[in-house]
């Protein structure tokens, strides 16, 4: 039925439009497909366009937020990593297809981009690959893994899902935490903690 396929997009789209390191958007997608038994190419294609268009709405309000609850100078902090990213935009497009092609939780690359500033026409179309490529694996691998079910509800609280949580919020705390200014020109690192206004 159409409206099990708008609960693959609507739930991609909610996790990934959140600024929290949640589940992956393709655990709900796997999920749905085994509920509903739907077709696999087209949970992808819909869960996929679910997943950009939360990662780019997320892009447009960081800043809003990062303005309204972050000190000027985190958010110049973050703003010069994003410029450095920018620099070099094959660069920085090759950085965002790898890291969205590895079991990474992109929350924090999409909120430092987001509070950088940077135009969703960097981000996006390496996101799109990355996310279509890695998606498509995990969904027939989740597909594969339905005839073991019991495992799939036993590993959500595996330790590989609590270290990709673990691993999310990290990367946030750094990306949040890190002078990274000082970092990149002097080498040398420093924490500060007085980041909210």
């Known amino acids: ?58 892009l447009l309000y960081t800043p809003l937020l990062s303005e309204k609850y972050l000190k000027k100078s985190k958010n110049e902090d973050i703003k010069y990593l994003g410029n450095k990213m920018n620099e070099n935009k094959w660069k920085g497009f090759l950085v965002v297809l790898t890291y969205s092609l590895l079991p990474l939780p992109t929350t924090p690359l999409f ?24 998606d498509t694996i995990a969904i027939h691998l989740g597909k594969y893994a339905a005839e073991n079910a019991s495992s799939i509800l036993e590993n959500l609280v595996s330790w590989q899902s609590i270290a990709s949580i673990s691993l999310g919020l990290l990367m946030i705390f750094g990306l949040f935490f890190i002078n990274w200014r000082k970092l990149v020109q002097t080498k040398k690192l420093e924490l500060n903690f007085k980041i909210f206004k």
Do not use: C, E
């Open 1 to 58: 039925m159409w409206w099990h396929y708008l609960l693959v997009f609507l739930g991609a789209l909610l996790l990934d439009i959140t600024p929290l390191p949640l589940a992956p958007a393709f655990t709900i997608m796997v999920f749905l497909q085994i509920v509903f038994n739907l077709n696999v190419w087209w949970v992808i294609i819909i869960g996929v366009a679910g997943s950009v268009l939360g990662r780019y709405i997320l």
């Open 111 to 134: 909120i430092g981009a987001g509070i950088s500033k940077i135009k969703p026409i960097y981000i996006i179309p390496a996101f799109l690959i990355g996310k279509f490529t890695s």
